[in-house]
């Protein structure tokens, strides 16, 4: 069993790894977002360099990145394991996506900053979390326009948000709200830069180049 778990979340960082924004780009255009706007591989600047609908598939495929291994993963090993083992196993099925995007195989481990991803697992694990976390997400760059800022403050009040939920509506397992603070610890992390340029003043904001 262990090495099928192993063999799983092996299979679940390959998954991760696959650079959907790039994808897209070279299915759309002759551009590698990688050498145009910021440089990302995620939605926001496949949108700022290639448009709305390309950006949006891109969203799409890193979300099913993190959701899909969860699924497949309780398929196959829920009936297997006890209930708090398949737990922490389908969390690690899902911290191994998330690791495939922002460090993926495929483009010498230089990967995106995990939004989406994240989301994508999170909707697996409680679902109750995603119009919180898009209601949030929208709220924050409404009024400030920067999609780096709102991407933080979500990815920071998750952990809160599975505990709220844990306390007031139904339990939440403790692998998930610790899976949750790890990842938000590395988009902070992949978000350096941003909260750089937020701090300064110089972050693009929504509509801007």
Not at 77 to 104: I, Y
Not at 123 to 142: G, H, Q, R, S, W
Not at 186 to 202: A, D, M, S, Y
Request: net charge positive; proline share 6%.
């Amino acid at each position: 069993m262990t090495l099928f778990i192993i063999l799983f979340c092996i299979a679940s960082y390959l998954l991760g790894s696959v650079p959907t924004g790039v994808v897209v780009a070279k299915l759309f255009s002759d551009k590698d977002v990688r050498r145009a706007g910021s440089g990302n591989i995620g939605a926001t600047n496949v949108t700022r360099v290639l448009g709305r609908k390309p950006g949006i598939i891109t969203f799409a495929g890193d979300v099913l990145k993190g959701f899909l291994p969860m699924l497949i993963g309780t398929l196959i090993f829920k009936p297997l394991l006890p209930a708090f083992g398949f737990q922490f196993v389908l969390c690690a099925f899902g911290l191994a996506s998330f690791l495939g995007h922002l460090f993926p195989l495929y483009l010498k481990f230089r990967g995106g900053k995990g939004v989406a991803t994240a989301f994508g697992v999170f909707a697996f694990i409680e679902p109750l979390t995603v119009p919180v976390e898009i209601m949030l997400f929208a709220v924050i760059v409404y009024f400030w326009r920067y999609v780096s800022l709102g991407s933080l403050i979500a990815a920071a009040a998750m952990p809160f948000v599975l505990f709220l939920i844990a306390y007031f509506l139904h339990p939440v397992s403790l692998p998930g709200i610790l899976l949750s603070m790890i990842v938000g610890i590395l988009i902070f992390v992949k978000h350096k830069p941003n909260i750089q340029r937020l701090l300064n003043g110089t972050e693009n904001r929504v509509g801007m180049t």
